[in-house]
């Protein structure tokens, strides 16, 4: 197990007269679990990943592993780590288990050590009776899982994971999402998304980036905390409609057609009571009641991410 410390990190690209701060002033901590990176494009994620995994300088600050500064640990860094790169490539020509052995054989892994790995990681990522097929052939979602496996060869402890969603279906995406799960459980593994579905059923800790910056870090609950009583359910004739979208933000949205009651429990039944022309329902994150009909609702990861966000 080891332990990641990142303190005022900073990235700037360009000159002087064009400058990007890509990243900034950012500090973080990480231990073992499952680290959701979320932000939109263009937050830095790419950037500040790429600095953790040592192919990018900072401009400022430090990076240690266990204390030590990533830079002086050098080959003993990088054999604790295992990267998937956003722009992932791939060897077309080549079969899913030739692959791996190359990347083995790049990473110095011992051979009969490597074949063993390879027969157990085609076996996790549920490859294995593809295993001669090639590249090529491989759906977005088989190619994601051939990215995963070949950044596990080495068996790191800290597993960095950039965009390792995009492109894929929404089967794709929960296969995916149990093999990650799994893996967090004795090794740092950092996963940057701009989908929030991705992380919120298997996140241990969220980070959310803007402009460069860590605007919220916490456990789903602490993330959620803030929010609570900020986000609110109601349907409104489709005339009000415009009014509320343009004056607060709106997290969901659906159309009707038919009328609508309140059950009990404050929450809104379809009622199929005559049909009082189309209506829309919203999900509203306001700190103020949006609206006289308006109820309150439990927030969930979605709601929250508007929520810093705005
Ligand atoms: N090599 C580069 N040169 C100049 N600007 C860059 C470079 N790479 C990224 N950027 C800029 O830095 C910001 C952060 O980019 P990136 O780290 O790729 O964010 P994300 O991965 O969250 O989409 C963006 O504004 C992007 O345009
Ligand atoms: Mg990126």
Redesign the pocket.
């Known amino acids: 197990m080891c332990r990641l410390e990142l303190a005022g990190l900073e990235k700037t690209?360009?000159s002087k007269k064009q400058e990007?701060r890509?990243v900034q002033n950012l500090t973080a901590g990480f231990a073992h679990g499952v680290y959701g990176l979320l932000?939109e494009?263009?937050?830095?994620?790419?950037?500040?990943l790429r600095m953790i995994v040592g192919i990018l300088k900072p401009t400022q600050g430090q990076i240690t592993c266990d204390g030590i500064p990533i830079g002086q640990l050098g080959g003993a860094y990088r054999n604790l780590l295992g990267y998937l790169p956003?722009d992932f490539g791939y060897y077309k020509e080549f079969s899913a288990v030739r692959f791996l052995n190359y990347i083995a054989a790049l990473k110095a892994v011992e051979p009969n050590t490597a074949k063993e790995r390879i027969e157990q990681l085609l076996e996790t990522v549920g490859l294995t009776e593809e295993r001669n097929k090639k590249l090529k052939t491989f759906s977005g979602g088989m190619l994601r899982r051939i990215g995963i496996a070949q950044a596990l060869l080495n068996e790191p402890k800290i597993l960095i994971l950039d965009e390792p969603t995009a492109g894929l279906d929404p089967r794709e995406r929960v296969r995916f999402r149990n093999i990650i799960s799994a893996l967090g459980k004795d090794r740092i593994v950092i996963l940057?998304t701009h989908i929030v579905s991705d992380v919120e059923y298997i996140a241990d800790q969220i980070m959310i980036?803007k402009h460069?910056q860590l605007i919220k870090t916490g456990t789903q609950a602490q993330i959620l905390e803030p929010v609570v009583g900020c986000v609110w359910n109601c349907i409104v004739p489709v005339k009000t409609a415009d009014e509320l979208n343009a004056t607060y933000a709106v997290s969901n949205l659906r159309n009707f057609n038919g009328d609508y009651n309140k059950n009990n429990s404050g929450e809104y039944d379809a009622m199929n009571v005559g049909n009082h022309g189309e209506q829309v329902e919203f999900r509203i994150v306001s700190r103020e009641k949006p609206h006289p009909e308006a109820v309150e609702v439990e927030p969930v990861l979605e709601d929250a991410y508007l929520y810093y966000y705005i």
């Open positions: 690209y360009g990007k890509a932000g494009n263009g937050a830095g994620k790419t950037t500040l956003q940057s980036m460069g």
